[in-house]
T-cell receptor, first 113, second 115 residues
Framework: TQLLEQSPQFLSIQEGENLTVYCNSS?????LQWYRQEPGEGPVLLVT?????EVKKLKRLTFQFGDARKDSSLHITAAQPGDTGLYLC?????????????FGTGTRLQVTL | DVKVTQSSRYLVKRTGEKVFLECVQD?????MFWYRQDPGLGLRLIYF???????EKGDIPEGYSVSREKKERFSLILESASTNQTSMYLC??????????????FGPGTRLTVT
């Protein structure tokens, strides 16, 4: 059973467009991370959110953690080709092993000129 | 610069072979992880280790075993490879948490094909 569902699974947009990726669960997470993975590489951390309702901005990327800590979103403003990659959310279920992550299903983003 | 290295980028093995995937980190991290990545399924945890000689099962441990004899090295073993183990395998490491969620650092992955 996949605990973290991401939508959409694929997204192909043109440079300059805005987009939002969603990460949803029926479980409560103590904290949540977003990673980006480029072809031939492992995922790299973008952000960690820990408080329900928290909003974090990283240049053109805005991350939000839901009030109930069951969902999160990633919004990209004015997408650029360099944003192309696989975006993964990952949550900590706070089962006592705080370093163990549950990863989402992934959203593959392609930004074209 | 922090680094997680994996022994091979690409590997082709035959059904029934014993397969070893090696991972080394140079950050003195306590935690190490093995994931497999399949399209549409994200990353699924196979095993992890929080100390030398310690290991815990992840979500999909069947058909796999692990070894951690030294802090910097974590090995994934497929005792008898099967075609359904064809996948991308990712190794990661992180600090041991006391409550905070630390970043996981990933290797570049090993694409294993079992024929």
């Amino acid at each position: 059973t996949q605990l973290l569902e991401q939508s959409p699974q694929f997204l192909s947009i043109q440079e300059g467009e805005n987009l939002t990726v969603y990460c949803n669960s029926s479980s409560v997470f103590s904290s949540l991370q977003w990673y980006r993975q480029e072809p031939g590489e492992g995922p790299v951390l973008l952000v960690t959110v820990v408080t329900g309702g928290e909003v974090k901005k990283l240049k053109r990327l805005t991350f939000q953690f839901g009030d109930a800590r069951k969902d999160s979103s990633l919004h990209i403003t004015a997408a650029q080709p360099g944003d192309t990659g696989l975006y993964l959310c990952a949550g900590d279920l706070d089962t006592g092993t705080a370093s163990k992550l549950t990863f989402g299903t992934g959203t593959r983003l392609q930004v074209t000129l | 610069d922090v680094k997680v290295t994996q022994s091979s980028r690409y590997l082709v093995k035959r059904t029934g072979e014993k397969v070893f995937l090696e991972c080394v980190q140079d950050m003195d991290h306590e935690n190490m992880f093995w994931y497999r990545q399949d399209p549409g399924l994200g990353l699924r945890l196979i095993y992890f280790s929080y100390d030398v000689k310690m290991k815990e099962k992840g979500d999909i441990p069947e058909g796999y075993s692990v070894s951690r004899e030294k802090k910097e090295r974590f090995s994934l073993i497929l005792e008898s490879a099967s075609t359904n183990q064809t996948s991308m395998y990712l190794c990661a490491s992180s600090l041991l948490s006391s409550g905070a969620l630390y970043e996981q650092y990933f290797g570049p992955g090993t694409r294993l094909t079992v024929t």
